[in-house]
């Protein structure tokens, strides 16, 4: 090689990074100030508006009301019915219906031989 190759300079301008910056943020101030202004522009969200109500909502005997529907629920449990008109399928109380499945499973079935 008989010439020296020119490679870029090592320096940074900073003069003209300085101007870089000052124009961004200039630019970005303007950004701003513009939305600002946008946004005192648009239109406010009106405040809900309160609509009286048209009679009592709240249970007047709330633990009382809690305590009877509980008990019916666990009187419907206890006790034997059919679930089907046609008398296939009936519900057993839970005590016994455990009791049942623990006896199946106690004493499993024996297979067939043929």
Do not use: C, K, N
């Given at each position: 090689?008989?010439?020296?190759?020119?490679?870029?300079?090592?320096?940074?301008?900073?003069?003209?990074?300085?101007?870089?910056?000052?124009?961004?943020?200039?630019?970005?101030?303007?950004?701003?100030?513009?939305?600002?202004?946008?946004?005192?522009?648009?239109p406010k969200p009106s405040a809900p508006r309160a609509v009286a109500a048209s009679g009592a909502?709240?249970?007047?005997?709330?633990?009382?009301?809690?305590?009877?529907?509980?008990?019916?629920?666990?009187?419907?449990?206890?006790?034997?019915?059919?679930?089907?008109?046609s008398h296939r399928y009936a519900q057993v109380p839970i005590e016994r219906a455990m009791t049942?499945?623990?006896?199946?499973?106690?004493?499993?079935?024996?297979?067939?031989?043929?």
């Open positions: 090689m008989t010439g020296a190759t020119q490679h870029e300079a090592h320096h940074v301008d900073t003069r003209a990074l300085r101007r870089i910056g000052i124009w961004a943020a200039m630019a970005f101030t303007v950004v701003l100030i513009v939305m600002y202004a946008w946004w005192r522009q648009m909502r709240l249970q007047a005997h709330a633990p009382s009301d809690r305590e009877r529907v509980l008990a019916a629920q666990r009187l419907r449990l206890m006790r034997y019915r059919w679930t089907d008109g049942i499945i623990a006896d199946d499973a106690a004493h499993p079935a024996r297979e067939a031989r043929p």
